[in-house]
Structures are given as structure tokens and as C-alpha cells.
């Protein structure tokens, strides 16, 4: 073990703050990673404040952070994908059997036995998994990623969350030419899947409570924007839209987005507010309509998603920050106040 610089929260109520955390030695498969960038999730916000207590109830310290671009710096021996100066990637996921139903399908995110890049256990050191708010860390190669090379880094570390978050769902869905998208909540997740529906080709529209939002929303890809809280505005949308893919952080009206969905259309959620929100069953049967949720993606699914933004030029809009400004950034994400992601610049770090 040797001890990385990190940020972490000590409680639910602390502000984050510097610490040092074990990282394990490199094993045969392991990568270890000099992390560059880090973006700032919404997850991270609810877990370093435990409002996801009765579902994954946060373990402290907590260092928070699954969007991880850096550089290689040792790799074991029985490495073969990566060498040291190599770019290199790691979002949610750490660890899985890779030999469950699940990790057979290559959605190792729904292993059983699997690790979360923070606040799960850690099969390597018996402890807890430690996230990318930190200067290095040590990942068993099948689960870092390849980074294309004409991305710019600050904004490619959003993809391994929002990025991925956001594309599975809409190839899942088979989001395309012809067909009315919408997306809601104009935030990390909610631009990257503005820029996802309209690279896919889809008539792409935006449902946002921020009016202040709506020029950027159109500058990223939208067709249409639509205010969510003015009610003239959805009922004229009633009953259009093949697929809506909600990325709201907080409890909302779902029923008033289910009535928007057209016969047999499909409404996934992707944000995770923790309390319930009250669905009338009744605005589902008119319309054989479905909501579906989902979560992240694969490893092979994140290299492909990867490599589609390669192809298409395509980062998330940043705002880089230094480490020492999280808890700023923190408060102004809960006032969904980011154009569009804080990425941390984890060279701040070095004088810690
Ligand atoms: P974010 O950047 O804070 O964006 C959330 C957006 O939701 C805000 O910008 C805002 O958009 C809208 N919003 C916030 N409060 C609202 C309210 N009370 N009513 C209606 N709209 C509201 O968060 P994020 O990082 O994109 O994450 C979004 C959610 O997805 C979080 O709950 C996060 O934990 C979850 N998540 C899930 C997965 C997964 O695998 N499913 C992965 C990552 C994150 P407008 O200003 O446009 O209204
Ligand atoms: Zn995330």
C-alpha cells in the first residue's frame, strides 16, 4: 500500500478536505494512473452528503469521483492493453466477477459482486473503494479505458460518467433519425444527452426549469426547448415524443412528462432523486405507455461511447476548477447552477 493526496468528505455534514487514502501496490493486472482530470458528479454530491442513506448509505470518509481521465504510470505484468505515458481512463466501475449473467452481457454494472469506483467495498485491500478526487489510482486493467487522442481531456473525463450514462440508455432504446427525443433537466447528464440524441440524428428537444438555459440548450444540439413549468407550452406537446430520458436530480412531476409520451413511447429515468416520486398509473394505460430506468454502462459499451465522441468530436461543455474550490462547486450544483460539468484540474493537488 502506499498513501495517495485526496479530497474527501469525514461526514455528511463536512465540508471536503484534503486527506491521504491507501492505494494498493500493482498487482499482475493492475494499472496504476496519475489522475489528470476529475469530473464532478451529481452522485458525488448525494453520496459525500448520504442522501442516498437508505439505498447506499454512504460510508466515511468518503472521496467521491468516477470520471477519471489520467496518465498511466506502472502497469503489471500480465498487462497488455497499456504502458506507461499511455492516456488512460476509469469511470464507475472497478470491479465484478466478470463471470455472473450480467458480466457475461458485458454489463458488468449489474454484478452482483461488484465494486463501484467509490464507496463500495474493496476486494483488493479489504477496506473501501476511493474515488478520483485524488491524485493517483490502481485499477485492474479490464477496467480502464482508452482514451481517443483528439479529445480535449478536462472535457473527456465527463464521459465516463454523464457521457456513458447518457448513451447507453439511447442505444438501448434505439434513439435515431425520425424520431422526437426529449431531455430533461439541462444539467451534466442532461447536455451530454443533447449532444448524444442530435449526433444520433434524432429530433432532439429540451425540457428545462431554467429559462436562463434555453440558448445554450439549442447551441448544444436542441431542435426545441421547452419550459417545463409553463403548462400551455407541454400540453402542446402532448402525446409526441418517442422517448424521454429524465436526468433530474431531484423529485418532480413524472406525470406530467409520462403525458408527453406518444403510443407504445418509453420514458427512462437516469436521475436519481432517493424519495419516491407518486406515478398515476392511469396516464401510463392510455397510450400503452412504459418508464424504465438506467444505469451507467458496460465497459465495452463505455469504449464504445468513447470512441463515438472520438469519431464525432464530441466532449462535455466544462467548467475546470481547481480541487480546492469543490465545495463551491458542490453548492453550486445543488442550485443546478453548472455550465455544464466542474472538472477538477488534479494538478491543484500538488501543493497540498
Ligand atoms: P446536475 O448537473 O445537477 O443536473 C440536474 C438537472 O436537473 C439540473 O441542472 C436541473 O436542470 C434539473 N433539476 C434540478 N432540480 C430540479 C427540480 N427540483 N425539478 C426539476 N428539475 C430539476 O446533475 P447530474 O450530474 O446531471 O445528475 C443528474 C442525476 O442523475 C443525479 O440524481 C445523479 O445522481 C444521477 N445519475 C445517475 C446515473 C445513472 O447511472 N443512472 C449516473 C450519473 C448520475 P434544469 O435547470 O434544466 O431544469
Ligand atoms: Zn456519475
Known amino acids: 500500500m502506499y498513501q495517495a493526496k485526496a479530497y474527501g468528505a469525514a461526514s455528511e455534514s463536512s465540508a471536503l478536505a484534503g486527506m491521504k ?31 442516498w442513506k437508505n439505498t447506499m448509505p454512504t460510508v466515511y470518509p468518503c472521496v467521491p469521483g468516477h470520471e477519471i481521465v489520467g496518465r498511466v504510470t506502472k502497469v503489471g505484468g500480465e498487462v497488455t492493453k497499456f504502458q506507461a505515458g499511455d492516456l488512460a481512463a476509469v469511470g464507475c466501475l472497478v470491479d ?34 476511493y474515488g478520483g478526487y485524488s491524485d493517483s489510482i490502481v485499477v485492474t486493467e479490464h477496467f480502464v479505458l482508452r482514451v481517443p487522442s483528439n479529445l480535449d481531456l478536462a472535457g473527456t473525463a465527463p464521459l465516463l460518467c454523464a457521457g456513458i450514462t447518457t448513451y447507453s440508455p439511447m442505444h438501448h432504446w434505439n434513439v435515431g433519425p425520425g424520431m422526437k427525443v426529449g431531455v430533461v433537466g439541462l444539467g451534466g447528464l442532461g447536455h451530454m ?35 417545463s413549468k ?8 402532448a402525446f409526441s415524443f418517442d422517448f424521454i430520458l429524465d436526468a433530474v436530480s431531484a423529485p418532480h412531476d413524472i406525470n406530467a412528462l409520462v403525458q408527453l409520451l406518444k403510443i407504445d413511447g418509453t420514458m427512462t429515468l437516469v436521475g436519481a432523486p432517493e424519495e419516491p416520486m407518486p ?21 465495452k459499451e463505455t469504449q464504445e461511447m468513447l470512441d463515438f465522441c472520438g469519431k464525432h468530436n464530441i466532449t462535455s461543455d466544462v467548467e475546470v476548477i481547481p480541487m480546492q474550490k469543490i465545495n463551491e462547486a458542490y453548492a453550486r450544483l445543488a442550485k443546478s ?16
Open 279 to 299: 406515478l398515476a398509473g392511469i396516464g401510463l394505460l392510455f397510450g400503452r405507455k412504459s418508464i424504465a430506468g438506467s444505469l451507467i454502462g458496460g465497459i
Open 337 to 352: 447552477d453548472v455550465k455544464y460539468r466542474f472538472s477538477i484540474d488534479m494538478a491543484s493537488l500538488q501543493n497540498e
Open 193 to 227: 444527452g443533447v449532444k448524444f440524441a442530435h449526433a444520433l440524428g434524432a429530433h432532439t428537444v429540451v425540457l428545462t426549469t431554467s429559462p436562463s438555459k434555453k440558448e445554450d440548450a439549442l447551441r448544444l444540439g436542441a431542435d426545441e426547448v421547452i419550459i
Open 21 to 51: 487514502i491507501p492505494r494498493r501496490e500493482v498487482g499482475p493486472k493492475d494499472v496504476q494512473i496519475e489522475i489528470l482530470f476529475c469530473g464532478v458528479c451529481h452522485s458525488d454530491l448525494h453520496q459525500a452528503r448520504n442522501e
Open 96 to 129: 465484478a466477477d466478470l463471470s455472473c449473467p450480467a458480466c457475461q452481457k458485458d454489463m458488468e454494472q449489474f454484478c452482483p459482486n461488484g465494486s463501484f469506483t467509490y464507496n463500495s467495498p474493496d476486494p483488493h485491500t479489504g477496506a473501501r473503494t
Open 230 to 237: 409553463d403548462a400551455n407550452e407541454m400540453q402542446k406537446h
